[in-house]
């Protein structure tokens, strides 16, 4: 299965300024999913990203909120924008792997103050 | 109705015992595929089993242990000889076409020395 490199693992940061979380994948694949994991909770898809053409973003979540990049077939970027502290979560990246289900990246544990 | 449904939000079990997690889920599409996966507290998700719906067999990987019942709907994983890492979060989750995943809300397991 394909392996994920996710950055930053972590990050404190002040409301109203964004991240850039980054994804780079060892093999080319179509499709990188995003999700977001709030404290206590269970993944929630924030968008799918294809290469070539704009993300898919799941209801209730927007572009210019999560602004996501797919340069290429093995790169992924999501921003979340204008934080506040309810966007404090991890968020993880991942990839379709067959039968193993979704490879995850190592996530980004986000917390704004 | 929800996709995937796990009851347990928390489980205890003694050290080198035997541990049951349930799932259940909801589809009408044929051909499906059931996963668990295991987040210890660095927040990462990592692949435990897979099940897919026409498997005629019940899906083992080392000390895990899928328990399907196709027509209860249920999946439920078994872990025997708990060990204390096996202490995390772990989600149920099911795709229709691999086009889409579905994760339950997690069960923290807790072992106990």
């Known amino acids: 299965s394909a392996v994920i490199s996710q950055k930053p693992s972590r990050d404190i940061c002040q409301r109203g300024t964004s991240l850039t979380i980054q994804c780079q994948v060892d093999s080319q694949v179509t499709m990188m999913f995003w999700y977001r994991q709030q404290p206590g909770q269970s993944l929630t898809l924030i968008a799918t990203a294809n290469q070539g053409s704009e993300a898919t973003y799941e209801s209730g979540f927007v572009i210019d909120k999560f602004p996501i990049s797919r340069p290429n077939l093995t790169f992924s970027t999501l921003t979340v924008s204008n934080m506040s502290p309810e966007d404090s979560s991890i968020y993880l990246c991942?990839?379709?792997?067959?039968?193993?289900?979704?490879?995850f990246g190592s996530g980004t544990r986000l917390t704004v103050v | 109705a929800q996709k995937i449904t796990q009851t347990q939000p928390g489980m205890f079990v003694q050290e080198k015992e035997a541990v049951t997690l349930d799932c259940t889920y909801d589809?009408?599409?044929?051909?499906?595929?059931l996963f668990w996966y295991k987040q210890p507290s660095s927040g990462e998700m990592i692949f435990l089993i897979y099940?897919?719906?026409?498997?005629?067999q019940n899906a083992t990987e080392g000390r895990y242990s899928l328990n399907f019942q196709k027509a209860r709907k249920s999946a439920n994983l078994v872990i025997s000889a708990s060990q204390l890492g096996d202490s995390a979060m772990y989600f149920c989750a099911m795709s229709e076409n691999f086009n889409k995943f579905y994760f339950g809300s997690g069960t923290k397991l807790n072992v106990k020395p």
């Open positions: 991942s990839v379709g792997s067959g039968n193993y289900g979704y490879t």
């Open positions: 099940q897919g719906s026409y498997d005629q």
């Open positions: 589809t009408s599409d044929p051909s499906y595929g």
